[in-house]
């Protein structure tokens, strides 16, 4: 179908989001799926509470890549567990929080096992309105690569 203009081609039924579409990047062509076009532009929206502990290795955020957290309820802390920088190479992601967060909600941003963030083992810290991190793996370990607070 290589000699077909793009208008007569046949139209796609329903997309699932995980059949390959074709895009041109920086003069090359690629492969990509809808779904990493849609969490580019997207946001996965959590709400987030007191208490909670989120694992975003779960199959459910296998390809979120910007989260934006909304606080619900009381003050406290809940821990976002980042998925397995070895099985997450040269991923990057994204977290902002809304306009509810505040000294007294926090959000731990944490590695998972014995990996790290920034070299340590340690949570990052999200408990301001309007923050923002964003984080990269690259096989072995997570790195804060910018940060807004």
Do not use: H
């Given at each position: 179908?290589?000699?077909?203009?793009?208008?007569?081609?046949?139209?796609?039924?329903?997309?699932?989001?995980?059949?390959?579409?074709?895009?041109?990047?920086?003069?090359?062509?690629?492969?990509?799926?809808?779904?990493?076009?849609?969490?580019?532009?997207?946001?996965?929206?959590?709400?987030?509470?007191?208490?909670?502990?989120?694992?975003?290795?779960?199959?459910?955020?296998?390809?979120?890549?910007?989260?934006?957290?909304?606080?619900?309820?009381?003050?406290?802390?809940?821990?976002l567990n980042l998925?397995?920088?070895?099985?997450?190479?040269?991923?990057?992601?994204?977290?902002?929080?809304?306009?509810?967060?505040?000294?007294?909600?926090?959000?731990?941003?944490?590695?998972?096992?014995?990996?790290?963030?920034?070299?340590?083992?340690?949570?990052?810290?999200?408990?301001?309105?309007?923050?923002?991190?964003?984080?990269?793996?690259?096989?072995?370990?997570?790195?804060?690569?910018?940060?807004?607070?």
């Amino acid at each position: 179908m290589a000699n077909l203009k793009i208008s007569n081609l046949p139209i796609a039924t329903s997309l699932e989001g995980l059949e390959p579409i074709v895009v041109v990047q920086n003069g090359v062509t690629k492969q990509s799926t809808v779904q990493n076009i849609l969490n580019y532009i997207t946001p996965t929206s959590l709400v987030v509470s007191a208490g909670q502990v989120i694992s975003l290795q779960d199959a459910l955020y296998d390809t979120a890549e910007l989260i934006r957290m909304t606080w619900s309820g009381v003050n406290g802390t809940m821990t976002l567990n980042l998925p397995t920088a070895s099985l997450n190479t040269n991923r990057i992601m994204r977290f902002i929080s809304n306009g509810g967060f505040a000294n007294a909600t926090r959000v731990n941003l944490t590695p998972t096992g014995t990996e790290t963030l920034d070299g340590v083992n340690s949570p990052y810290v999200i408990n301001k309105s309007y923050e923002g991190i964003q984080v990269w793996s690259d096989g072995v370990e997570w790195f804060i690569i910018q940060k807004k607070g």
